[in-house]
């Protein structure tokens, strides 16, 4: 009888932590904020679509702001002709002197590659643009974009391999995000102005509309509500795995992907741009 209790009590266990995963939904963690109707959330809450047409794009941002997390978010591009086009999705504090973690995608025309483009912004200073190409095709199915972000470092990493690293070098004068809370935002936005070989290429709205599409949010993360943190010590963490990903660094394996993937898909590195900075290159890029 005993025997049975027990895995009856793991059975009720079990049933609560899969209903408490099913609930995290993007209408629990998310508002459409712009669109007029071209942001939708379907599936019960498991799936998010943006839209872009000639009237206007489209956008959301978490319910929640943060400061610190692994953060994951699966998206599928929009596909065939998407000159012109960009999807973001990003970190971002507010005022003057923000701070923000981007991916943004700029598309191209069929059969050319997204470029993906990360930066990181502290205290309002960008400019530390890395892009990059992908090994798939983004449009053709969902893939894991992924950021984590703690008080050592910023990582950026795409189905699970790493693609950049942005350590905090505070030692040696440069700021790093971490006193500002951060919301994550996404957007689907017509930038043909910039975004598709410099400008060059229009975007044409005869392909019109242009849908991405968001699933598989998850959020091991310091929420943050009237100023104070769900990760502090007068507190609960949010879960059991929040220490581990908190002091998180790349082991062997994962250096060693970021290395394939920095030496075979990086197309631009601001590190490397010795005409953009002709006074010398960024003091991070030396000690990185």
């Not at 679509?49 to 702001?65: C, H, M, R, V």
């Not at 960008?126 to 798939?136: I, M, S, T, V």
Request: proline content about 4%; charged content about 20%; glycine content about 8%.
């Amino acid at each position: 009888m005993a025997r049975f209790s027990s895995l009856s009590l793991l059975l009720a266990v079990a049933t609560v932590l899969v209903a408490a995963s099913a609930a995290a939904n993007f209408y629990q963690d998310f508002d459409v904020t712009w669109g007029d109707g071209r942001g939708k959330i379907l599936n019960n809450g498991d799936l998010l679509t943006l839209s872009l047409d000639k009237a206007s794009g489209s956008g959301f941002q978490s319910k929640n702001e943060y400061l610190f997390g692994k953060i994951d978010m699966q998206l599928k591009l929009v596909p065939g002709n998407s000159a012109g086009t960009v999807t973001a999705y990003y970190l971002s504090s507010k005022g003057a002197n923000w701070d923000e973690i981007d991916f943004e995608f700029l598309g191209n025309l069929s059969g050319d590659p997204y470029i993906l483009h990360t930066n990181v912004f502290s205290q309002g200073k960008g400019n530390r643009e890395q892009q990059f190409h992908l090994w798939f095709d983004p449009t053709a199915d969902f893939h894991t974009y992924s950021i984590l972000w703690n008080p050592q470092r910023i990582i950026f990493s795409v189905d699970g391999t790493p693609i950049r690293e942005f350590k905090n070098m505070e030692s040696n004068g440069i700021p790093f995000p971490k006193n500002q809370p951060m919301r994550i935002y996404s957007s689907l936005w017509n930038a043909d102005d910039w975004a598709t070989r410099g400008g060059l290429v229009k975007t044409d709205w005869s392909n019109a509309p242009f849908t991405a599409s968001y699933r598989g949010f998850n959020a091991n993360a310091c929420v943050w509500t009237n100023g104070k943190s769900s990760c502090s010590a007068t507190s609960s963490t949010p879960d059991s795995s929040s220490a581990e990903w908190l002091s998180e660094e790349m082991d062997t394996t994962g250096q060693e992907r970021m290395k394939w993937a920095q030496k075979n898909y990086m197309i631009y590195n601001y590190c490397a741009d010795n005409k953009r900075f002709p006074q010398g290159i960024p003091q991070e890029c030396s000690l990185s």
